[in-house]
């Protein structure tokens, strides 16, 4: 049994990056904190791909990748 919050992949990667969190990611991709946080937490939420352009972006911008 896992105790702590649930992740979803992307949000597993972004716990593993060391210098990356969701506040930084909110900030960069000009998205909300509670839209970041389900897109980490709930493995069933498909964006819009308006957000998945916005968050790409927001990689972009902090030079960081997700495959």
């Known amino acids: 049994m ?3 919050k649930k992740r979803s992949n992307f949000g ?3 716990d593993k990056q060391k210098d990356l969190n969701e506040l930084e990611l909110e ?3 000009n998205i909300s ?3 970041i946080s389900k897109l980490c937490s709930d493995p069933n939420y ?3 791909i308006s957000t998945v352009i916005k ?3 927001g ?3 902090l030079k960081r ?3």
Do not use: F
């Open 2 to 4: 896992r105790l702590g």
């Open 12 to 14: 597993r990667w972004v």
């Open 27 to 29: 900030r960069a991709s």
């Open 33 to 35: 904190r509670g839209t």
């Open 46 to 48: 498909r964006p819009k």
């Open 55 to 57: 968050i790409n972006q």
């Open 59 to 61: 990689l972009k911008n």
């Open 65 to 67: 990748i997700w495959i």
